[in-house]
Structure formats: C-alpha cells, structure tokens
C-alpha cells in the first residue's frame, strides 16, 4: 500500500523558512522521480522542484528558482523541499509526487501560509 506522509507545513511570515518532508512507503523509492507541486487557491497545480531518482537532475520552477532546494534521501525514503525567502505569492498546498514510466503516486498535501 502506497502511503505519503508529508509534514513541515504552516504558518509562516514573509522573508521566513520553511522545510517540507515527504516520506514514502509501499513501492521501491529509489525507482522513481520525486515532485513537489502546489496548488493555490483558485489556481491550477503547478510544478515547483523535480528531483530524478538518484538524485542527479533537478529542475525548478523560475519562480522559487534561488529560494527553494529539493533533495532526496534514499535510504529514508523521503524527499524535501527546503523553503527560503518566502513570499505571499507562496501560499498554497504543496503535494509530493512519485513518477516513473508505470506509475504515479500522490501525496495528501500540506498547506503552506506566508503571512504577517
């Protein structure tokens, strides 16, 4: 059984830091791409950071290009998505995602709020 267990969201202010953690179980980790998506509200999901599975590409979205790192873990089967620098414009519900040529899995989200 596929499961996510994302955590790290909240409330934070603008110029703050905040890092996620998605942790997986029920399939082979190190087989596929990790995401971080968001979604805001009344908005299309988006990509935010794309990370392949060992770990040696990585793409951003321009808009957290500088601000935001994704990495991966392997051996705890976990993907992150450090967040820096935020803005307002970064509020949304960030899910993870796990993607090969097969399959694609989803996370329940956690919701970010950037806010004073």
């Known amino acids: 059984q596929v499961q996510f267990v994302e955590s790290g969201g909240g409330l934070v202010q603008p110029g703050g830091s905040l890092r996620l953690s998605c942790a997986a179980s029920?399939?082979?980790?190190?087989?596929?791409?990790m995401t971080w998506y968001r979604q805001a509200s009344g908005k299309e999901r988006e990509l935010v950071a794309a990370i392949t599975s060992a770990g040696d590409r990585i793409n951003y979205a321009d808009s957290v290009k500088g601000r935001f790192t994704i990495s991966r873990d392997n051996a705890k089967n976990t993907v992150y998505l450090q967040m820096n620098s935020l803005k307002p414009e970064d509020t949304a519900v960030y899910y993870c995602?796990?993607?090969?040529?097969?399959?694609?899995?989803w996370g329940q989200g956690t919701r970010i709020t950037v806010s004073s």
């Open positions: 029920g399939f082979t980790f190190s087989d596929y791409g």
């Open positions: 995602n796990a993607r090969n040529w097969a399959s694609s899995y």
